[in-house]
């Protein structure tokens, strides 16, 4: 199929996105449009406009500052996977990248279009709960930072306006003691996750007497949004990893992958592999 007919609008600054956001109601942002032209060509979506955003400057940077890393929106996933600020500092996010589709739609896509999309079996999006992020947003009202338990909303829904543009987030750089785990399963590599998990935690000791602390899972491909698994952390912080995956509590659904029986199988399996690498890394 072919796209329904739209104008299109290629603009230079953020105030005149928010204008034209403002003036035509059903317009889109285009960034890499590796989600939005699939729903373009598929009549899912069928805005008037199509505003490229494309040519803002300053939102391509990566950063390491102030003891965190930030990320503008129009970094594409490829640029991310090469910078050495992003593996030193973002590791978890370092981990997570080689699994974003294949090699052309990392080359295209944005991390700020893989947040703002909020696809509940992407990575980004758990990464940056997993990791206690933020997202930068400017709208009609100026600039405003929302952090990421606020920021997902449900299926494809987020704290963002129609009047909004998602400019940068920004996560906590790593430390020496930070431990960082991910791993996801997926019928071909590239495809969606069947169910994922990101993690990160805290080594806190030295030798034989270290522990994890500070535990954050987070789980996608099993609900609207990312899902910490509260229940779990707490019982893998004791180190005690059988009892933490007879804490999941994860409610999956069935879809087309799989069913929520296998769903949640294949979340304690992964529990299992990520506390692996989490502990690991601690010794």
């Known amino acids: 199929m072919k796209p329904a007919p739209f104008a299109y609008k290629k603009v230079r600054t953020l105030e005149e ?4 956001l403002a003036e035509h109601k059903d317009a889109r942002l285009l960034a890499g449009g590796q989600s939005l032209i699939a729903t373009l060509n598929m009549r899912l979506s069928a805005p008037s406009l199509l505003i490229d955003i494309n040519g803002i400057g300053g939102l391509d940077g990566i950063a390491h500052k102030s003891g965190t890393v930030e990320i503008g929106a129009l970094v594409r996933h490829a640029q991310a996977e090469r910078s050495e600020t992003i593996a030193k500092h973002a590791p978890l996010i370092a981990r997570a990248l080689p699994h974003i589709g294949h090699a052309a739609i990392r080359n295209r896509g944005t991390l700020g279009g893989s ?4 696809d509940p079996a992407a990575e980004l999006p758990a ?7 933020e997202v930068d947003v400017t709208g ?18 987020t704290a963002l306006g129609p009047q909004d543009v998602l400019t940068a987030i920004r996560v906590p750089a790593a430390s020496k003691d930070s431990r960082v785990g991910f791993a996801e399963l997926a019928r071909r590599h590239g495809d969606y996750a069947i169910v994922g998990l990101a993690a990160c935690a805290r080594a806190d ?3 034989n007497n270290s522990r994890l602390a500070d535990v954050r899972l987070a789980f996608f491909g099993v609900g609207a949004t990312p899902l910490r698994a509260k229940k779990a952390e707490a019982a893998l912080a004791e180190g005690n990893v059988d009892a933490a995956v007879a804490a999941l509590d994860l409610d999956p659904q069935d879809d087309v992958q799989a069913t929520a029986a296998v769903k949640k199988h294949l979340a304690g399996m992964l529990l299992r592999r990520v506390a692996k690498q989490l502990m690991e890394a601690r010794a």
């Open 17 to 20: 996105a928010v204008a034209l």
């Open 127 to 133: 990464c940056l709960m997993a990791l206690d992020g």
């Open 140 to 157: 009609p009202k100026g600039k405003r930072t929302v952090e990421a338990p606020d920021f997902f909303k449900g299926l494809f829904e």
């Open 115 to 118: 947040i703002a999309f909020a």
């Open 205 to 207: 000791g030295k030798g």
